[in-house]
């Protein structure tokens, strides 16, 4: 697909007044993305970190070793409303997606598309792979990219219109954003960079955006102390996941080309291209800034050896500006239509299969859905786990339950435990991953340990002895997801859980 520069007086040209409204179509997209990620969201079951989320929400605090506070807060209160129900607890996330969705389009209007621009940005980020995974269930990146495309359809809004206050609304967009993953503080402190080198540079000057930073500065506050007087546990986190999980810096580049979509490649490149092609004066040529935040920030990812998802946030600003230039191609002829159209319905459907629980659980095993998204294996089998334990703990004579406690070496099956095992009768389980670390430790005579997650007995020492295997965990489906195959071993404690518990404690 050629990336052509819009010329002459069409529906979309980057220079012609702003449309007062939105186009229905965007509109439209958007309540259709909601609808279908609503019906997808109560196959399979519970994430690991969707549990984690609501046992942590059931610890109120500032902040978590691993992540801020609002994520946890949501979900807690989604499980208090109706527990159990997957519909409600995922119900925020759809609608972030939906709203990331809306401002895609916006973002064409502003930058002066009409209703097939907008439409175009609209329907590329409905389809891609990183909305629809990250709006199916709950995760800190679903906020994380609605809060960054709040951040630059704000600033966008500012510069297009000339309304200075628009900066001091993507402040408050920022601090609220950090409250759920701090990367969009990252972003704004490139974006603003950016600004500096390429322009335009009144906004600096503007005391909307120094009010919009004091701002963004008091809403994050709260989080960063919290992290402050705890260590900064979240650097060692981030530094210990490293981006392995998408190929590492070798992958980090090949990976941008599936995260919207391969064939809808062209459409985020052109908004790379376009505002250094658009006619002097007009509002795409203000918008350099993006492109130069979207390079920067995916130079300093992959020089920090980042996760390659962690540019997710940036495109769907990236799309509403290409949408612009390729609206104008495909004015140019019917063929081109055809082409675009079925670009984004190849696109929907290879995105939905990935990122949606629409195999049957029995056939993901060595799909390609797992091979790209391994997310969805950790959404199967956590209510066979759990009646396994279950089955161990009812295993031990009343006197052994009286003094034995459940570990497991990491926050997914503590939460699972905690979570699901309430009608099972099952205890609280201690974990020393993450916030578990936090939230108390075993008291010194509790033995023995239900112990969980570990490979084996040779695994489990020195920190606990004389283990023996009582159950397998086996999610009933022959998944190979992390839990599958674990043994679930009865040991002691080799030392007092107190001398044991600093050298239980692990951030990742």
Excluded at 328 to 340: D, E, F, K, N
């Amino acid at each position: 697909m050629e990336l052509i520069r819009p010329t002459g007086s069409s529906d979309d040209v980057a220079d012609r007044p702003v449309s007062h409204r939105l186009a229905p179509a965007v509109v439209a997209i958007a309540v259709v993305q909601l609808v279908v990620l609503l019906a997808a969201s109560t196959r399979y079951g519970y994430h690991r970190d969707e549990m984690y989320f609501i046992v942590a929400g059931g610890h109120p605090a500032f902040g978590y070793p691993d992540q801020p506070p609002l994520v946890p807060l949501i979900c807690r209160a989604m499980d208090w409303l109706a527990p159990g129900s997957l519909l409600l607890l995922r119900l925020p996330s759809a609608l972030a997606a939906a709203a990331t969705t809306l401002m895609a389009g916006d973002i064409a209007r502003e930058v002066r598309g009409g209703r097939v621009a907008q439409t175009i940005a609209a329907a590329c980020t409905a389809c891609s792979g990183f909305t629809l995974a990250t709006g199916h269930f709950v995760t800190t990146t679903t906020f994380d990219l609605l809060s960054t495309t709040a951040l630059f359809w704000l600033v966008v809004r500012a510069l297009a219109r000339h309304r200075p206050s628009y900066l001091l609304l993507s402040g408050i967009a920022v601090g609220v954003g950090t409250q759920a993953k701090p990367q969009v503080a990252f972003v704004a402190v490139v974006l603003v960079g950016a600004l500096a080198v390429v322009g335009p540079r009144w906004p600096l000057r503007s005391p909307w955006l120094w009010g919009g930073t004091t701002l963004a500065l008091v809403i994050a506050a709260p989080y960063v102390l919290w992290q402050a007087a705890h260590g900064w546990p979240q650097v060692t986190v981030m530094g210990n996941i490293g981006g392995s999980a998408e190929g590492g810096r070798i992958g980090f580049i090949p990976f941008q080309l599936i995260m919207v979509s391969p064939v809808l490649v062209p459409v985020w490149v052109a908004g790379l291209v376009a505002p250094w092609r658009a006619t002097p004066g007009s509002v795409l040529r203000l918008l350099r800034f993006v492109p130069v935040t979207y390079l920067v920030a995916g130079a300093l990812y992959l020089l920090g050896d980042g996760k390659a998802y962690y540019l997710a946030s940036l495109y769907p600003a990236l799309l509403g500006l290409g949408a612009v230039p390729v609206a104008a191609w495909v004015r140019r002829g019917r063929a081109r239509s055809t082409v675009l159209v079925t670009a984004v319905v190849v696109s929907a459907m290879i995105s939905a299969l990935i990122a949606l629980p629409l195999l049957p659980a029995s056939r993901l095993q060595g799909s390609a859905v797992m091979a790209l998204n391994p997310d969805q294996g950790e959404t199967v089998g956590w209510p066979r786990f759990v009646d396994t334990v279950a089955g161990v703990w009812q295993g031990l004579t009343p006197a052994q339950r009286d003094r034995a406690v459940i570990f497991t070496r990491n926050y997914g099956e503590a939460a699972a435990v905690q979570l699901l095992g309430r009608s099972a009768g099952l205890p609280r389980a201690y974990s020393g991953h993450n916030g578990f670390s936090l939230w108390g430790r075993p008291a010194d005579g509790a033995t023995p340990v239900v112990l969980i997650g570990f490979d084996g007995p040779s695994d489990a020492a020195p920190y606990f002895s004389d283990c023996v295997r009582r159950a397998t965990v086996d999610d009933g489906v022959e998944l190979d997801n992390q839990e599958q195959g674990l043994p679930i071993m009865v040991c002691r404690p080799s030392q007092p859980w107190s001398v044991l518990w600093p050298r239980l404690q692990h951030f990742n």
